[in-house]
């Protein structure tokens, strides 16, 4: 299967599903070029992008077994793996389209980050969120600028120290989601949403993303943003992660260093 699949109706509209269900779409590197070839394909005619999780959950965060496999190599490579999936994510928050995310199930590490960073969030009932990265002695460093937009820094420093899940309806009371819906209806509410968006200048909407977006923390300037990859891919080859990392496939508490 195809690890992402695209599709464009006749009003403009690309639906974006990420398309791993067997693993709850966690990503790694087939999914983030997926991804990015399905951002390439927004184009003038494109209204509103809408993203989407094939099967229960909406996104596991990163696959921790392709994970271990890239902290087993190169600097240079972990660095390659981080940047792919932070400009994956930028690109995102930055699309000159309004985009909609449908959240059902899990939505985990870079899922939050990827929720983050869309314009308009519709969780179902049964979501439920972390930040989880700590817990396995990683840092969510790429995805914290949006984080920080979405939720306020007071949040992110909560919810990204301690890695504890939270449900639909305090995602949308600190401001990760909009609005939260029963899952027998989340497709209908995003097609409602998608309604709204249509309905406006599509340059207009284009113009007023991009003035908010200057007044974000989430667009960081290109050296921050390299560091940000630089520092995430070091902390990937730490002897703390490795321990996080092991501790997963063994299914045991961490015994950190």
Known sequence: MEPVLVAKDARGVVTVTLNRP?????YDDALIEGLTKALDKVDAAT????????????QAGADLKWIRRVAGESQAE???ASRA????????NELPVPTVALVQGGCFGGGTGIVAACDFVIAAGNAMFSIAETRWGLTAAIILPQLADAIGARQVRRYALTGERFGAEEARRIGLVHEVVPPSVLDAAGNRAVDLLVQNGPRANAETKAAALRFAWGSVDDDAFERLVAEHAAKRRSAEAAEGLASFVEKRAARWP
């Open 78 to 80: 972990n660095e390659r």
């Open 47 to 58: 209204r509103v992008l809408l993203l989407k999780g094939a099967g229960r959950h909406f």
């Open 22 to 26: 067997d693993v709850n779409n966690a």
């Open 85 to 92: 999936t932070a400009l994956a994510v930028r690109r995102l």
